[in-house]
């Protein structure tokens, strides 16, 4: 079986985590920003020294092809996501984008004989952190987002993804040439963290991942009155923030008690106008973000909490709106991937555990296309989305090994 460069992994994994918009607060590398295109003149150097191809799609996803010996064989792909959410941790994509680096580096290295292309890919904007809902790069790649789609994603300051990709030099309109379609692609190989507690807990170095929660995104905008703190008397006010106050404990509630074991729901990000001590707030914004490894329980809260909403706004006077801003659906990975990972984690001596995923991955986008697996390396304390998200390098060599040996059963 063939085995991966710990000090290798180290290297790369220190290099793409020093480019970090937040030194000291935790590890911020947002799309479209200088430290993201450092990222990516890092990738393209470490693939062109090794005679990989190399190309950005015009949304961003950076791609590099280690050529197999039949030119008809679908490539097989492999790799994460390369954006962090605001003062994430070093690992949460970062992890698997070096892990495909460093199984195609092997591979190339040893002349490993291959069948099928491999292709490495580290997605753009998976987290969502600045054009919000996620998953965006693989959202495009399979189609799921159109050109106008990528118009009405907008940051915090309004600029869309689409002029913010223009302006990184990208040309998104050239999209529908780069969509992937079934058979473009033979399978995809993503390694992650598992960003939960089971694998630490269980002290189990790997995780095979059968399949990927469902999640929806939305927004609920509440508008009351602005008014003065001091003059108003209390059974006068239209407080906007008391109300998104009353919602958001009933996200928790609805969450914890009225769908299932697995239905998780989150609100956090909220904007309150104008922001002012001395002013009855007028208007909030919030997201929410509802989860679960059932259609029925992310339907369910959804339901239950538009239900809160309305009956909370009109009892205050309030309008309201309800937004989508993000939703993919809870998929099962590829039972023949699965198998392959099992197989090789068993040559290995590796022990597993199948499970699901709480988190969201562009690999369950990419089940649209292709068959899908994917490994996880155990989270310390399972830790994650913050500055102290680690795992122990011996785990994620564990990883690394299973990824390889994977890939290259795969592209034989
Ligand atoms: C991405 O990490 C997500 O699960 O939101
Ligand atoms: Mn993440
Ligand atoms: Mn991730």
Redesign the pocket.
Known sequence: MLETNLERIKHNLETLSSFNSTPGKGYTRLSFSPEHRKALDFLSKACESMGFEVMIDPVGNFRAKLKGSDPGAPPIMCGSHIDTVLYGGKL?GAAGVVAALEALTVIKEQNVPIRHSLEFIAFVE??GASFGG?LIGSKALVGKYTVEDLKNLTNDEGLSFYEAAKNFGLNPDELEDYVLRKGDVKALLELHIE?GNVLYTKSIPLGIVEAIVG?KQLAVTLTGKANHAGTTPMNLRRDALVAASNIISFVEHCAKHEAFDTTVATVGKIWCFPNVTNVIPGKVTFTIDIRDIKTEGIQRVEQLIKEEVKRISDERGLQYSVNLVGESDPVKLSEKVVSVIQRVAEKLNVNFLRMNSG??HDSALLTEVTDVGMIFVPSIEGIS?APEEDTEYEDLKTGCDVLLNALVDLAQ
């Open positions: 949460d998976e987290e996620g960003q999640i988190a969201g989305h």
